[in-house]
Nanobody
């Protein structure tokens, strides 16, 4: 069992940057594919970015490609989401997630068995 705790969210103006962190405890993150998702009230959870367990394969939603970068530091048991050139449409509750299944990451939330509590990102225009 792995526990995930996100941090780094906040209020930022459009064009600004934030770096989200997700620290794991209980198990080493090196065993998991890691994903970032976001959600607005009343909406389905949306894939943002993900990274395979060996960090050799990463994927991004089209809406964030070129602006967001996902990375991991297995020694610190932490996964990061660097978000640059933020837009008001990026406003959401951001979650990190971990999956032990498959050969690589997935865009499907139900594949991920472990989730953090979320961190709020608000981008003002």
């Amino acid at each position: 069992q792995v526990q995930l705790v996100e941090s780094g969210g906040g209020l930022v103006q459009a064009g600004g940057s934030l770096r989200l962190s997700c620290v794991a405890s209980g198990r080493t993150l090196g065993s998991y594919h890691l994903g970032w998702f976001r959600q607005l009230p009343g909406r389905q959870r949306e894939f943002v970015a993900a990274l395979s367990r060996n960090a050799g394969d990463a994927g991004y939603a089209d809406s964030v490609k070129g602006r967001f970068t996902v990375s991991r530091d297995n020694a610190k048991n932490t996964v990061y989401l660097q978000m640059n050139n933020l837009k008001p449409d990026d406003t959401a509750l951001y979650y990190c997630a971990a999956s032990a299944y498959g050969s690589t990451w997935s865009r499907i939330p139900s594949v991920y068995g472990f989730w953090g509590q979320g961190t709020q990102v608000t981008v003002s225009s």
